[in-house]
């Protein structure tokens, strides 16, 4: 049996927390940055309290993707508001927060169906753009997105301050 996309719950918060861990700990494992260097690596309570808000409907919103025996293989959590350009300009966009597949399930197409599912979540609610961004670091990431047809348009600087 294929595996599913359903919206998630509160019950989903802990996997969703830790997918957001397991995607510092890969980039780490691609190469040396002082942003990622600086990214917590392990569970906390707002990590917890970011993956929730995902959860709570309205202008945000978590999909899991699931085995059949309900297996967490992967998580994409989208938010709906200002992008990069001012609203007034490009009007209200989605964003992609995280998108996570676990290692042992890629190379599937199953990143491609959760990427369809969201942007299909965000069609539903009239966003017509949708952003992202992935760390500099991520080469895997990179080469996934330009083939899903995102293109790079904006680069973000760094720097700790304090």
Request: glycine share 12%; hydrophobic share 40%.
């Amino acid at each position: 049996m294929e595996p599913t996309i359903r919206p998630a719950t509160i019950d989903d918060v802990p996997r969703i927390a830790r997918a957001a861990v397991e995607t510092v700990l890969h980039a780490r494992r691609q190469g040396s940055d002082p942003y990622v260097q600086g990214l917590p690596d392990g569970d906390s309570e707002p990590l917890r309290e970011w993956a929730a808000r995902f959860t709570g409907g309205g202008t945000q919103g978590a999909l899991v993707l699931e085995s059949a025996s309900g297996e967490f293989i992967g998580c994409a959590c989208l938010a709906i508001g200002s992008g990069a350009m001012p609203e007034a300009l490009a009007g209200r966009t989605g964003t992609v927060a995280l998108l996570w597949v676990a290692e042992r399930h890629r190379g599937r197409g199953l990143g491609r169906a959760l990427v369809r599912a969201a942007e299909d979540w965000f069609a539903d609610r009239d966003i017509r753009h949708v952003e992202l961004s992935w760390l500099a670091v991520n080469a895997d990431a990179e080469r996934f997105w330009k083939r899903m047809g995102y293109a790079p348009f904006r680069t973000h600087g760094w720097k700790r301050t304090g």
